[in-house]
């Protein structure tokens, strides 16, 4: 256990509509990072937050935005779905936003776009 | 562009010793993260190297050569549960982003 939470779990959207995904850090980690994981591969950065500032952006087009609040918790936002969007995401905090800090994933949400 | 490469899938027996390895080319390094992540799970993190040279925690061992741009990853006396993907991430110079490999699955045998 990391003791970070995702919600939800799993989720089934449909190709255009919008999606809301969940993270709760781990207590007092001030940065968050959000992953897109495809089957068979490794996770890709879709960006980070740091003390609710957007800190780094991967190459994800803006449909993608998140959101960090004071209480540890953040959202990633994902417009106007497209097929491709289906995938494992995660997110995972850290105690700052320097690289090396060991940075703690949640579970997932996994997400299928039909 | 950045690339790391990793086989695929590896397969072990029960008991044994098996290597698994990274090589990289990016644009910058600061750092190189090995992860382990079961089927369906998150990844958890196993080890961070920074300097050249093998770091030893319990059965699982880390080395890196940066002249190279290259890792493995130790893991001695296999266990069943140590079938899993394991994932090598590079975090550069002035960067906060992993880049990721795609990971090895390895196979566990009795």
């Known amino acids: 256990e990391t003791g970070v939470t995702q919600s939800p779990t799993h989720l089934i959207k449909t190709r255009g509509q919008q999606v809301t995904l969940r993270c709760s850090s781990q207590?007092?980690?001030?940065?968050v990072s959000w992953y897109q994981q495809a089957l068979g591969q490794g996770p890709q950065f879709i960006f980070q937050y740091y003390r609710e500032e957007e800190n780094g952006r991967g190459n994800f087009p803006p449909r993608f935005s998140g959101l960090q609040f004071p209480n540890y918790s953040s959202e990633l936002n994902v417009n106007a779905l497209e097929l491709d969007d289906s995938a494992l995401y995660l997110c995972a905090s850290s105690l700052a936003s320097v690289t090396q800090e060991t940075q703690y994933f949640g579970p997932g949400t996994r997400l299928l776009v039909l | 562009g950045q690339n790391i490469d990793q086989p695929t899938e590896m397969t072990a027996t029960e008991g044994a010793i098996v290597q698994i390895n990274c090589t990289y080319q990016t644009s910058g390094f600061n750092g190189l993260f090995w992860y382990q992540q079961h089927a369906g799970e998150a990844p958890t993190f196993l080890s961070y190297?920074?300097l050249d040279g093998l770091e030893e925690k319990g059965r699982f061992s880390s080395f890196l050569s940066r002249s190279k741009g290259y890792s493995y990853l130790l893991l001695k006396e296999l266990q069943m549960k140590d079938s899993a993907s394991y994932l090598c991430a590079v975090t550069m110079d002035s960067n906060y982003q992993l880049i990721w490999g795609a990971g090895t699955k390895l196979i566990i045998k009795p």
């Open positions: 190297n920074v």
């Open positions: 207590s007092g980690h001030n940065t």
